[in-house]
């Protein structure tokens, strides 16, 4: 959920400022329902983010003494500066409704998402050092950091940046698409909007549903075209940033991106699709169906000749470089002496690699079919179109998630990547990296119970953002509602049902609406 936190942001903070410049009611309703969306995710983002600092703890140790120098730095950044901004700003802004200054209250978003983003900054800073090791040296077997600017300006770190923000752009804007195109076919199917004979939306609106009137309408069209075409400048933005990222993986793990192309031999051609046996370890097991020439060298070194190393190649230069077995080393507990698996899982690299590119180019047709579909102010009447919009959120999700398993496990067996330009040693097999008093039982109840607990703030977040989502714009705002109050005398704050059998939903409130809106 922390690339929609990373996405929403920056949208929300130009709804805002379009308030501010205009004093439209239009945008105030846009930031104040996709804020609460906002605030909701964060919460549970810091409640998942404090986790992980009891697993370095308890189940890493040998792996934080090894990179505790180096990888604590952008860590500790991340929680006294930009986290510690990021919650004081973002607590202004929740509670700055009506007390701030309007330009203040701006200033306070806006504040808060640039400190999220230097939060997002320093963590994959910390994750790409793993990727490609500089600015260290090693000594007494531990990487001890010499040059932080090397390490901040990290030229994975950098790529990976770039590619992650875009990517959060492209998640936060597939929500916004799927949830507006909810509310604009809940209208149509309510009888609230019609459409005339040239299939334009006649605007409606329904006075005993709390914020269901003609604006209501224009919010949900207005997010809808906002955020398809941030979907199509993100997906611009993730394809340019992607190859980047790519031809340095091919520099600096040339194994990981042979195992994501299922490439076995040396060659220029890139495999759209292959088959092999699930789980098997043996590169010749993978059988490429389909392929095309010359777009493997482009994507590794930028021109449709060059051939590019496979499996086969590379792995007598890994053991060459770092070993056959692993180090008969009380660390390594009882993998010490095993043989070294270089190859990582394949399936999951490969499937990995094609499952992020699909589904994020899927999710940037739907916003592209989105906008295609309300050009004339509405959507289709058909249920099934409405719960494939809704169903395409998960796309741009699936996909972020994809991309993050392909590169952690792609780097498998190395918890910390060695660097192949330099820094002889500074590199750490994931056997060596976990605690030595914890064993493997141990490891995997810790694994089961966090899965839980993820899983139990997964439903948790799930089940508010659908509260609040079926709410509507009301749900964030309850002055409409009292609104509503003034104009219906028989108002008593609980539901009804109304002379077609429809259920209204007068909220109860409270007599502060910041208080409302931050609760």
Known sequence: MVPLTLGLGPILVFMQWRWLRTGNELFLRMTKFWGKIYVINFIMGVATGLVQEFQFG??????????????????????????????????????????????????????????SMLSAFFIIVANSWMQHPVGVELIDGRAVM?????????????????????????????????????HLWRRRHDGIDTVDAQGRVVVGEAPEIAGRDKLDHRVWLKSLRIAGVVSIAAFIGLVGTGDGLGKLMYEQQPLKMASAEGACH?????SVLSVGSLGSKDCEDIVPILEIPGVLSFLAKGDFTTDVPGINELLPVYEELYGTNLPD??????????????????????WGFRIMIGFGGVATFAAVLALWLTRKGTVPKSKLLMQAAVASIALSFIANSSGWVF??????????VPNPEALDGVFMFTAAAISPGVSTGELLFSLISFTVLYGVLLLVELFLMRNYVRGGVASAMPELAHR???????ASGEDSTDETG???????????DVLDFAF
Not at 407 to 416: I, S
Not at 502 to 510: D, E, I, L, N, Q
């Open 266 to 270: 040396t060659g220029t051609s890139f």
């Open 502 to 512: 429809r259920t209204k939903t007068a909220r109860k409130t409270s007599e502060d």
């Open 146 to 182: 010499n040059d932080v600017w090397a390490v901040l300006t990290n030229n994975t770190a950098l790529a990976a940046y770039a590619h992650a923000i875009f990517g959060a752009l492209s998640v936060a804007a597939g929500v916004i698409v799927g949830v507006s195109f909810y």
């Open 58 to 115: 308890l189940a890493w140790s040998e792996y934080s003494r090894f990179v505790g120098d180096v990888f604590g730095a952008p860590l500790a950044m991340e929680g006294l500066l930009a986290f510690f901004f990021e919650s004081i700003y973002l607590g202004m802004w929740i509670f700055g409704w009506k007390r701030l200054n309007k330009h203040v209250h701006l200033y306070a978003l806006a504040s808060a998402v640039v400190a």
């Open 484 to 490: 509503d109050d003034d104009t219906d005398e028989d």
């Open 329 to 350: 080393d009380p660390m390594y507990g009882d993998r010490a002496g095993e043989e070294i698996e270089y190859l990582p899982i394949v399936e999951v690299t490969y």
């Open 407 to 416: 590169t952690e496990m792609g780097r498998q067996p190395f918890v910390v």
